[in-house]
C-alpha cells in the first residue's frame, strides 16, 4: 500500500510540475503520446486481454475524429459521442471476429482501413473529402495550450489505463482471458465467446474513437491521409513494444513509439544527420523484440513458467 | 530659462528615443536585434526526403548569398535557417513546429499539402506566418500562409488551353488522371474549370490511391474511353508506372503533368522514347541553365560562388524563390521597424507584388481577399540532352482559361 500511495503522489506531482517546467515542444510529444496511449488501451485489450489480432484500429481512430468535426459539439459532449460510435461499429465488426482467428482476422480487419480511407474521402458532405476538415472544436483549457491538454490529456490515460485493467479483472476480463487460450475450450466452459468478442471490440473501438476525436480537436484538423495502414501498425507496434497484455502496455508502448523518436534526437544524437536517429530508434526495437518478449516494461516482473497462466502468454 | 531649456531637453531626448525606436525594431521571437532566424520544416527523411532537401538547399543558397552580399535583410540583419525534420508526418510536424515556433521570426519552409493543412490551425492560433512548399490553390485565402507559385489549378487550365487552342486538341477526347488527395483534386478541378471555359469535355476521370503499384484499373478505364489526351495530377513513380502500363496495353495518348509528378530519371529511363514522344510537364520558370531569364542567370552565378556542387535540381529553384519571396517580406517588415508576428502580417500584407525575375510568375499580396497569384506556367517536353530533361516548349504561358479561374 505505501508503495502505490507514493507511486500515487508522484504521479499527482509530475501532473501538476511537468506543463508548468516543460517547454511547448516536449508537452506536445507528450500531449500526443498520450493520446496515442488511450487508442492503443483499447488495442491492447482487444488484441492483448482477447487475443483478436486487428489491424483495423486506424479505421475507429479516423471515425472518432470526423465525429468530433461533424458534430460541431463542444469536446467534451463530441469525445463521449465519438466512442459511443466506434462502440458501435466495434460490435458490427464482431461477425467477422467470431467466424476468423488470429491471421485471418487481421487480415478481415484490414479491410476496414481500406473501407474507412474509402468513406472519409468519399462521403464529402461529412468529411470534407481530400480536403478534410479544420472546423474542429476548440478547447477552453486552462494555461497556454499545450499545458490545458497536457492537464486534460493524462487523466484519460489514467482512466483508459484503469479501466482497461478493471476489465480485465472482471468477469468479461477472465472470459477474455479464456477467449485468447482457446475459444472450443472457453465455449465448452460455458463463456460466451461471440458476447465476449463483441464487448472486446466494443471497448476497443470505443477508446479508439475516443482518441481519434481527441487528436482531431488537438490538431484542429482531420485529413483522409492520418487515417492509412501505417497507423494501425504503429499502434500494434505500441502494444508490442509496451508489453501486450499488461496493464502498463499503452502507455509505455505509445512514449517508446511517439516519443522516443524525439528523445533520440535531443539526447543522444543532437546536431547529428537525422537518419542518425532512426538508426538508433530501429535499433531500440531490434534490440527490445530480440531481448524482451514482454516488451519494453522495464518493471515488469519475469514469473516463474510453471506457475504463469495461459492468460499470461501473448498470443496472437 | 530654466523651464524652457528643461523643456527643449527633454524634448530633445524624446525625440532621440523615438529616433531609435524608428530606426532599430526591437527584439521579437526569432530576432535578437542582429539576426533573424527563420524556420524549416520539411522532411530529411523518409520518400519525400528527395524533395525537402533540395528545396532547403535552394533556400539556404538564397540567404548564404543575401548575406554575404548585401549584409543581409535591410543591409544588416542576418538570416539564419533553423531546420527541423518532419519525416513527412503530421504529428511530427506539429511537434517540431511547437519547437520552433518561439525561436523563429516565421516559418520559410513547410512541406507538404497535408502538413500545412495540419499547421494552419495552429499558424491562426499564434499569428505566426508560414510559406508552404505546395502548389495548393487553398493557400490563397489563407492569413498566415505566404504562398508561391502559380497553383497546380492554373497550371492544368492552361495547360488544357494550350493543348486545344494552340497543339490541335479542339476536337479530341480529354481525360483526367489523379491521385485521391488535395493535390488531386485541385488538378482536377483546374483541368474541369478550363474545360466548361472552352467548351471542351472530359471524357472520362480516373483516380489512384497514393501507394497503389498498379495501374491496370485506371489505364483500362481511360483507354476504353478512347482519350487522346491525359491530364495528370500524379507523383513521379506513378507517373512512370501508368505510362509503362499504357505503353504495354498499346494505349498512346498525349501525357500532361504537373512538376510533381515528372522526375529527370524518366528521361533516360526504359520509357525515355514514350516519355519523348508523348509527355509534356507543366511547370514555372525556364530550363535549368537558361540564362536569357534575369533569375535563373542571378540564381546560377550564385550557385557557382555558394554552392558549386549542387547538381541541377527543379525542387531547388522552387526553395530558392520561395526564400526569396521571404526576404522580401523580411525587407518590408525592416521598413517598418517591425519583426513581431502581427508586424510580419502587416508586412505581407503592404509588400505590395513579390517579384521573381522570371523564375515564378509575381505575386501581389494584400489582404487575404486581394491576393492575385501568377496565372503564368511553362510548358516543357522531355529531352534527355537538358539537365532536368526539359526542354522549355512555351515560357511563361498566360492563357485564357487560367486567367479566367477564379479562387474560392
Known amino acids: 500500500m505505501k508503495r502505490t500511495a507514493a507511486l500515487a503522489a508522484a504521479a499527482a506531482a509530475l501532473y501538476i510540475v511537468i506543463p508548468l517546467r516543460t517547454s511547448d515542444y516536449w508537452l506536445s510529444v507528450l500531449n500526443l503520446a498520450g493520446i496515442a496511449a488511450i487508442g492503443a488501451a483499447g488495442l491492447n485489450l482487444l488484441s492483448g486481454y482477447c487475443g483478436q489480432l486487428s489491424l483495423g484500429h486506424a479505421a475507429f481512430l479516423g471515425t472518432g475524429a470526423y465525429v468530433c468535426a461533424a458534430l460541431g459539439a463542444p469536446l467534451w459532449v463530441a469525445v463521449p459521442a465519438a466512442a459511443l460510435l466506434g462502440a458501435a461499429l466495434g460490435v458490427l465488426v464482431t461477425p467477422f471476429a467470431v467466424r476468423l482467428r488470429t491471421h485471418t482476422l487481421a487480415i478481415a480487419t484490414l479491410a476496414l482501413v481500406f473501407i474507412g480511407q474509402h468513406v472519409f474521402r468519399e462521403?464529402?458532405?461529412?468529411?470534407?473529402?481530400?480536403?478534410?476538415?479544420?472546423?474542429?472544436?476548440?478547447?477552453?483549457?486552462?494555461?497556454?495550450?499545450?499545458?490545458?491538454?497536457?492537464?486534460?490529456?493524462?487523466?484519460?490515460?489514467?482512466?483508459?489505463?484503469?479501466?482497461?485493467?478493471?476489465?480485465a479483472r472482471s468477469r468479461l476480463g477472465r472470459d477474455m482471458a479464456a477467449v485468447r487460450a482457446d475459444e472450443r475450450a472457453a465455449a465448452v466452459v460455458g463463456v460466451n465467446v461471440a458476447a465476449t468478442k463483441a464487448a472486446a471490440f466494443a471497448l476497443s473501438g470505443a477508446l479508439a474513437a475516443a482518441a481519434g476525436a481527441l487528436y482531431g480537436a488537438y490538431k484542429g484538423y482531420v485529413g483522409p491521409e492520418d487515417w492509412g495502414l501505417l497507423v494501425s501498425i504503429q499502434y500494434l507496434a505500441m502494444v508490442l513494444i509496451g508489453g501486450i497484455g499488461t496493464v502498463k502496455a499503452p502507455v509505455v508502448g505509445a512514449l517508446f513509439v511517439t516519443a522516443l523518436p524525439r528523445l533520440v534526437e535531443e539526447v543522444v544524437s543532437p546536431?547529428?544527420?537525422?537518419?542518425?536517429?532512426?538508426?538508433?530508434?530501429?535499433?531500440?526495437?531490434?534490440?527490445?523484440?530480440?531481448?524482451?518478449?514482454r516488451g519494453v516494461d522495464v518493471t515488469a516482473r519475469p514469473r516463474p513458467r510453471s506457475t504463469a497462466s495461459c492468460a499470461d502468454q501473448p498470443q496472437l | 530659462m530654466r523651464r524652457p531649456t528643461a523643456v527643449v531637453i527633454a524634448l530633445l531626448l524624446a525625440a532621440a528615443v523615438t529616433a531609435c525606436g524608428r530606426d532599430e525594431p526591437s527584439a521579437a521571437p526569432g530576432f535578437d536585434g542582429r539576426t533573424i532566424k527563420v524556420g524549416v520544416l520539411t522532411p530529411l527523411t523518409g520518400p519525400v526526403a528527395a524533395v525537402?532537401?533540395?528545396?532547403?538547399?535552394?533556400?539556404?543558397?538564397?540567404?548564404?548569398?543575401?548575406?554575404?552580399?548585401?549584409?543581409?535583410?535591410?543591409?544588416?540583419?542576418?538570416?539564419e535557417l533553423v531546420t527541423e525534420d518532419t519525416a513527412y508526418r503530421a504529428d511530427t510536424a506539429l511537434s517540431k513546429y511547437q519547437k520552433l515556433k518561439d525561436g523563429v521570426v516565421l516559418f520559410e519552409q513547410a512541406l507538404g499539402t497535408a502538413i500545412v493543412k495540419n499547421l494552419v490551425p495552429s499558424l491562426d492560433r499564434d499569428g505566426i506566418v508560414a510559406s508552404p512548399a505546395s502548389l495548393a490553390a487553398d493557400w490563397v485565402r489563407q492569413r498566415h500562409l505566404l504562398a508561391v507559385g502559380a497553383p497546380y489549378q492554373v497550371q492544368f487550365a492552361n495547360a488544357l488551353d494550350y493543348y486545344v487552342n494552340d497543339a490541335g486538341g479542339r476536337d479530341r477526347r480529354v481525360c483526367f488522371l489523379g491521385v485521391a488527395n488535395p493535390y488531386g483534386d485541385a488538378g482536377l478541378a483546374g483541368l474541369e474549370a478550363a474545360a466548361r471555359a472552352l467548351g471542351v469535355p472530359v471524357a472520362a476521370t480516373a483516380r489512384y490511391n497514393q501507394g497503389d503499384t498498379a495501374f491496370t484499373a485506371p489505364v483500362n478505364q481511360l483507354s476504353d474511353a478512347r482519350c487522346d489526351a491525359v491530364f495528370m495530377a500524379t507523383f513521379s513513380g506513378d507517373t512512370s508506372r501508368f505510362v509503362g502500363e499504357a505503353e504495354s496495353r498499346q494505349f498512346t495518348p498525349r501525357y500532361v503533368v504537373q512538376a510533381t509528378g515528372w522526375d529527370p530519371s524518366l528521361a533516360t529511363g526504359p520509357l525515355a522514347a514514350v516519355m519523348a514522344r508523348s509527355l509534356w510537364v507543366m511547370g514555372e520558370g525556364t530550363e535549368w541553365g537558361d540564362r536569357r531569364v534575369k533569375g535563373q542567370a542571378d540564381m546560377l552565378d550564385r550557385l557557382a560562388r555558394f554552392a558549386?556542387?549542387?547538381?541541377?535540381?527543379?525542387?531547388?529553384?522552387?526553395?530558392?524563390?520561395?526564400a526569396w519571396a521571404v526576404a522580401q517580406v523580411l525587407e518590408r517588415a525592416a521598413e517598418r521597424n517591425d519583426f513581431t508576428r502581427p508586424g510580419?502580417?502587416?508586412?505581407?500584407?503592404?509588400?505590395?507584388?513579390?517579384?521573381?525575375?522570371?523564375?515564378?510568375?509575381?505575386?501581389?499580396?494584400?489582404?487575404?481577399?486581394?491576393?492575385?497569384?501568377?496565372?503564368?506556367?511553362?510548358?516543357?517536353?522531355?529531352?534527355?540532352?537538358?539537365?532536368?530533361?526539359l526542354a522549355a516548349l512555351e515560357v511563361n504561358l498566360q492563357t485564357d482559361a487560367a486567367r479566367r479561374y477564379v479562387f474560392p
Open chain 1, 123 to 167: 462521403w464529402t458532405s461529412v468529411t470534407g473529402g481530400n480536403a478534410g476538415r479544420s472546423d474542429l472544436p476548440v478547447v477552453d483549457l486552462p494555461g497556454a495550450a499545450d499545458q490545458g491538454w497536457f492537464w486534460l490529456v493524462w487523466p484519460l490515460v489514467a482512466a483508459s489505463v484503469a479501466l482497461v485493467a478493471a476489465i
Open chain 2, 308 to 322: 558549386p556542387g549542387q547538381a541541377p535540381d527543379y525542387y531547388f529553384v522552387f526553395g530558392y524563390y520561395q
Open chain 2, 344 to 389: 510580419i502580417v502587416r508586412a505581407m500584407e503592404s509588400v505590395g507584388t513579390l517579384r521573381f525575375d522570371g523564375l515564378s510568375g509575381d505575386y501581389a499580396y494584400g489582404p487575404p481577399a486581394a491576393r492575385v497569384p501568377p496565372r503564368a506556367s511553362t510548358l516543357f517536353s522531355v529531352d534527355a540532352a537538358k539537365p532536368l530533361g
Open chain 2, 52 to 79: 525537402g532537401k533540395p528545396l532547403t538547399a535552394g533556400g539556404q543558397l538564397y540567404f548564404d548569398w543575401l548575406n554575404a552580399e548585401r549584409g543581409g535583410v535591410a543591409g544588416r540583419y542576418k538570416v
Open chain 1, 271 to 293: 546536431g547529428t544527420a537525422p537518419q542518425v536517429t532512426q538508426i538508433f530508434f530501429g535499433l531500440a526495437i531490434v534490440a527490445v523484440a530480440s531481448l524482451r518478449r
